[in-house]
């Protein structure tokens, strides 16, 4: 899933850029009087509609039903392995925006293996009995300190992700200033504009983008996590989540020969954030579930949370921009969410690191002679009758 979601988010664009105004674009297809000059956004969506058409007759006839009620008797059989908790669909891709959280599958909207080690400790008698407290809790304490700071990181990641894919394609056609090369003359909080480019160039940047979003999502993350493992990767992400909004605004007085380059190491610095953060607040999240039975609940508050963010951020980021605009400062809506982004940054304070869990990447290419994690690892400690421990 993470894979078709990422060749998606390259070909969507693509197509949005490719034949949106057609009758300028494509004249020699194109009547300049026709319907597609009337509408030049129609084109695109009758080819996206065109699309879902074909995914609808796939799914109606190549898709296996898994309802129990509804398979055919000969095919129950072959669904028997699922039951209640089977995940019915996998995070879509490593971005906040990718799809619901699902704390349940393995490779948290990654292209890779993810594996979650524990170490407990238990309090046995001499006699071999147990002390109930030490290894089984009937009613684990669900809203942890940990469980509740991981889940608004979670909300405040969403948020800014969110706002910076809302704010490009706009920022990225908004009319550029005339006066755009940056001298000492020119105020750090006066941007007008923005860069000025057409529809089918802005479709190319994001296709590109998607580009190079798969290279981070497939190559990059899992070798930051095997190299730094998922705390230090937490930690350096969400420190760097400002930089990647405050940056933006200032591509307006590149000279024309580096506003690519400008805008494509803008957009790596982006993805690398964004695309590391996402998958290892999941992961942080798994390992702070106190116990299996309540993963259900966090993640539904966790995707209740993202959804909520999701919700306002756009809105939010656009009344900015609108404001910014009037201003003469359409920075104001990316440095706005470079706030929320730092208000994450100080949250870390406040996120303690756990020390008895462990989280192993494994790519789903493996190299040769790499190991597999460990199992989980218990500590038993006996208890004396005269009250002394033995391990």
């Known amino acids: 899933m993470p894979f078709v979601w990422s060749i998606g988010t390259i070909i969507g664009p693509a197509i949005g850029g490719t034949f949106a105004d057609p009758a300028r674009s494509l ?3 194109f009547s300049p009087n026709g319907i597609f000059a009337t509408f030049p956004f129609l084109l695109p969506n009758l080819i996206c509609a065109a699309l879902l058409l074909v995914s609808i007759f796939f799914g109606y ?5 898994t309802h129990p009620d509804m398979q055919p008797k000969g095919m129950q059989p072959e669904q028997s392995h699922s039951h209640a908790e089977t995940p019915l669909l996998a995070s879509a891709g490593a971005t906040a925006n990718g799809g619901g959280v699902d704390l349940r599958a393995d490779s948290y909207g990654t292209f890779n293996e993810v594996e979650i080690t524990e170490e407990k400790e238990w309090l046995v008698r001499l006699d071999g009995s147990s002390r109930p407290p030490s290894i089984h809790d009937d009613h684990p304490t669900i809203w942890t300190r940990r469980v509740i700071m991981i889940i608004i990181a979670l909300g405040i990641f969403t948020y800014h992700s969110m706002t910076y894919d809302h704010l490009l394609p706009i920022f990225l056609q908004d ?6 090369i940056w001298t000492a003359a020119h105020p750090a ?23 190079i979003a798969l290279i981070i999502q497939g190559v990059v993350f899992p070798l930051f996590a095997g190299w730094l493992g998922i705390w230090k990767v937490f930690i350096m992400v969400t420190l760097l989540h400002p930089i990647a909004y405050i940056i933006v605004p200032y591509l307006a007085f590149l000279p024309e020969n580096l506003l690519y380059p400008g805008i ?7 993805n690398f954030t964004s695309i590391l953060a996402y998958p290892v607040l999941l992961i942080l999240l798994k390992e702070a579930t106190p116990n299996s039975s309540v993963l259900g609940k966090i993640n539904g508050l966790a995707a209740s949370a993202g959804a909520a963010c999701r919700t306002v951020a756009p809105p939010l980021a656009g009344y900015l921009y609108s404001v910014g605009t009037n201003i003469g400062f359409t920075g104001l809506a990316w440095w706005g969410s470079a706030l929320v982004a730092l208000a994450g940054a100080v949250q870390l304070v406040f996120i303690h690191r756990q020390h008895n ?17 460990r199992d989980d690892v218990v500590h038993i400690h006996v208890i004396n009758p ?4 033995e391990v």
């Open 61 to 65: 006839f190549f898709l296996i039903e």
């Open 27 to 29: 004249p020699s297809f």
């Open 175 to 180: 009319e550029r200033p005339q006066d755009r």
């Open 189 to 211: 909080f006066s941007i007008p504009g923005g860069l000025g480019l057409s529809t089918p160039a802005v479709g190319v940047i994001m296709s590109i983008n998607g580009i």
């Open 264 to 270: 494509y190491s803008c957009l790596t610095v982006r």
């Open 386 to 389: 005269e009250g002394t421990e």
């Open 357 to 373: 869990k462990n989280a192993t990447v494994r790519s789903y290419v493996a190299p040769i002679g790499q190991e597999r994690p």
